[in-house]
């Protein structure tokens, strides 16, 4: 189970982190991240990371902006938003995948089988 926190309403140019916390078996997770998606659109990824190694990949749009990390011990993700602007307002998910994925392919979606609720980020 993955549970999201942290989202909320920010104005452009400001920051947000967000968490999520993992409940269960995470021994077998190969890759997690953080996804968005907006009203009919398609779920984007927006970053990810690698538990054991620690290589994370960051969406083009939003490199040098947002900061993907791990607390290994508590089971939790973060996603550091700085300068956010009005186009990053979406529903963030969660997500683990157990498959064995190589690089920026971590960044599609239908790859991961574990979501969490979501949590709305707003930017005006």
């Known amino acids: 189970q993955l549970v999201e926190s942290g989202g909320g309403s920010v104005q452009a140019g400001g920051s947000l982190k967000i968490s999520c916390t993992a409940f269960g078996d995470t021994d077998s997770i190969k890759f997690w991240g953080w996804f968005r998606q907006g009203t009919g659109q398609e779920r984007e990824g927006v970053a990810t990371?690698?538990?054991?190694?620690?290589?994370?990949y960051h969406a083009e749009s939003v490199k040098g902006r947002f900061t993907i990390s791990q607390d290994i011990g508590k089971n939790t993700l973060y996603l550091q938003m700085d300068n956010l602007k009005p186009d990053d307002s979406d529903m963030y998910y969660c997500?683990?995948?157990?498959?064995?994925?190589?690089?920026?392919?971590?960044?599609?979606?239908?790859?991961?089988?574990?979501w969490g609720q979501g949590t709305q980020v707003t930017v005006s």
């Open positions: 990371i690698n538990p054991n190694g620690g290589w994370s």
């Open positions: 997500a683990a995948t157990r498959l064995s994925i190589l690089g920026t392919s971590s960044l599609r979606a239908p790859l991961y089988t574990y």
